[in-house]
């Protein structure tokens, strides 16, 4: 069993910035996609961004340019870095991670983010 621990929401402003971290409590280093999804009222959970042990990237859309997804497999933490935020990126974000030999997700938390002025 693999835990995730989002940190790092907020209350920010339209154009400010916030780092998302998820720290895992097993290794994360191998044969997986860690990913950020978000969920905003009313709203599916949708994709935000996805890198893979192989380092393969995908972001959605409507963040490209604005959003980074790295990963640092010795601390077995992902991070998303939010610049440029908007007001409809209001949602809680939660870290996944999926396995990819077995098929198995799992899931944070949950971290708030709030654009408002």
């Known amino acids: 069993q693999v835990q995730l621990v989002e940190s790092g929401g907020g209350l920010v402003q339209p154009g400010g910035s916030l780092r998302l971290s998820c720290a895992a409590s097993?290794?994360?280093?191998?044969?997986?996609?860690m990913g950020w999804y978000r969920q905003a009222p009313g709203k599916e959970r949708e994709l935000v961004a996805r890198?893979?042990?192989?380092?393969?990237?995908v972001y959605a859309d409507s963040v490209k340019g604005r959003f980074t997804v790295s990963r640092d497999n010795a601390k077995n933490t992902l991070y998303l870095q939010m610049n440029s935020l908007k007001p409809e990126d209001t949602a809680v974000y939660y870290c996944?991670?999926?396995?990819?030999?077995?098929?198995?997700?799992?899931w944070g938390q949950g971290t708030q983010v709030t654009v408002s002025s």
């Open positions: 996944n991670l999926h396995l990819i030999l077995v098929s198995v997700d799992y």
């Open positions: 097993a290794s994360i280093f191998s044969h997986n996609a």
């Open positions: 890198i893979t042990s192989g380092l393969n990237i």
